[in-house]
């Protein structure tokens, strides 16, 4: 019964993706016609930026962060352990907590570019970088803080979304002064923001099955099972479907 809910609310939640974009085409055609003055359909349009987002908040905050995953290392023959989970553990964790560290950068990048003209935020030199992946690693390691930073995350995910809303509906140039111009060379900002939060969400994914429960107090993790695949499974749908609508909307 769970099962059947959960694949219920996820089809209605993919449907709304697909059909939702259209809905907020009209509204910005219906918005046109008016474009100085404040009207109903003009306040749609400018709140519609913020329910994708939303929604991506609230689906990963509920489905991909809190993970259980199977637990049988007693009994597996497959397990993962010694140089190679040293190594697993530490590319994870430091590529993990780098693109943490670059993604809230970008968030402060776009306030100072977009909001606070004349004032320049400084780049990170290498010791600074360093000290903050190190500083990232070590929350990620513990439960609370680990959530917490997800948390983050996520909001972090909204406001960079809402930046760029207001950047489109202003018809705002974002040239290569902007941290967030140099990624994957899409001219898409909404999709370079998404390919972000996705390669955050897979190594988080990651990190939470290598450190699940007491895997690396005991320095053994077993391999994974067909069942700890599904929510990998859901969440590449998922954001499939959110690359879709970027794309519609476009």
């Given at each position: 019964?769970?099962?059947?809910?959960?694949?219920?609310?996820?089809?209605?939640?993919?449907?709304?993706?697909?059909?939702?974009?259209?809905?907020?085409?009209?509204?910005?055609?219906?918005?046109?016609?008016?474009?100085?003055?404040?009207?109903?359909?003009?306040?749609?349009?400018?709140?519609?930026g913020?329910?994708?987002?939303?929604?991506v908040?609230?689906?990963?905050?509920?489905?991909?962060?809190?993970?259980?995953?199977?637990?049988?290392?007693?009994?597996?023959?497959?397990?993962?352990?010694?140089?190679?989970?040293?190594?697993l553990?530490?590319?994870?964790?430091?590529?993990?907590?780098?693109?943490?560290?670059?993604?809230i950068?970008?968030?402060?990048d776009?306030?100072?570019?977009?909001?606070?003209?004349?004032?320049?935020?400084?780049?990170?030199?290498?010791?600074?970088?360093?000290?903050?992946?190190?500083?990232?690693?070590?929350?990620l390691?513990?439960?609370?803080?680990?959530?917490?930073?997800?948390?983050?995350?996520?909001?972090?995910?909204?406001?960079?979304?809402?930046?760029?809303?207001?950047?489109?509906?202003?018809?705002?140039?974002?040239?290569?002064?902007?941290h967030?111009?140099?990624?994957?060379?899409?001219?898409?900002?909404?999709?370079?923001?998404?390919?972000?939060?996705?390669?955050?969400?897979?190594?988080?994914?990651?990190?939470?099955?290598?450190?699940?429960?007491?895997?690396?107090?005991?320095?053994?993790?077993?391999?994974?099972?067909?069942?700890?695949?599904?929510?990998?499974?859901?969440?590449?749908?998922?954001?499939?479907?959110?690359?879709?609508?970027?794309?519609?909307?476009t």
């Amino acid at each position: 019964m769970i099962i059947k809910n959960n694949t219920t609310k996820l089809l209605v939640t993919l449907s709304f993706l697909l059909i939702f974009p259209f809905v907020q085409k009209q509204w910005f055609n219906l918005y046109s016609l008016n474009i100085n003055d404040i009207t109903f359909y003009s306040t749609l349009y400018y709140l519609s930026g913020a329910i994708c987002p939303s929604l991506v908040y609230v689906n990963s905050l509920k489905n991909y962060t809190y993970f259980n995953f199977t637990e049988d290392k007693i009994h597996s023959i497959k397990i993962i352990k010694g140089k190679r989970l040293l190594f697993l553990v530490a590319i994870n964790l430091i590529f993990l907590s780098y693109l943490i560290a670059d993604y809230i950068f970008i968030n402060f990048d776009l306030i100072f570019n977009l909001f606070l003209e004349g004032i320049t935020l400084p780049k990170l030199d290498i010791t600074e970088l360093c000290f903050l992946i190190f500083l990232i690693s070590i929350l990620l390691i513990f439960k609370k803080s680990k959530f917490l930073l997800k948390k983050i995350i996520l909001v972090n995910f909204i406001l960079i979304s809402l930046y760029l809303w207001h950047v489109q509906i202003n018809n705002i140039s974002i040239d290569d002064q902007f941290h967030i111009y140099r990624y994957f060379g899409l001219n898409d900002l909404n999709l370079i923001n998404l390919f972000i939060l996705v390669a955050i969400e897979i190594s988080f994914y990651t990190w939470s099955f290598l450190s699940y429960k007491t895997n690396l107090s005991d320095w053994m993790v077993s391999k994974p099972q067909k069942g700890d695949v599904i929510p990998f499974l859901n969440m590449l749908v998922f954001y499939l479907f959110i690359i879709i609508y970027y794309s519609i909307l476009t």
